[in-house]
């Protein structure tokens, strides 16, 4: 019975291990419904949040980008996507698009690029 016992609570361990684990592969620390970007790369330094669009990303975040996290609520016909572009009022070329729920530590090709976004039904 004392066997039983300690490999009940070895199981119990590995679930909280488990649970653990889970929790912090999700890095990101944005509000839901919200789109966060981090002047850092891996959700650090000075983070900017939106929860709709914005042509003209304030100075201290424009071009300086290197994280990424869309948050947004998914459902059907809602713009759950974020598309990142180059220059302000989405001109230039998309630089990033994130589907809902992703989270992007760091991307070179997207990396102190982005001026401005939007929400989009996909990407
Ligand atoms: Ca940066």
Redesign the pocket.
Known sequence: MKRLLVTTAAALFAVTAGLALATSASAAECPSGEFCVW??SDFGGQRANWSGDDGWWESWISD???SWANHGISGPGIKDHVKVYESAWQGGGVTICLAPGQEVGYSGAA??RGDSHIWSTGC
């Open positions: 002047q850092n300086t980008d290197s990396n102190d």
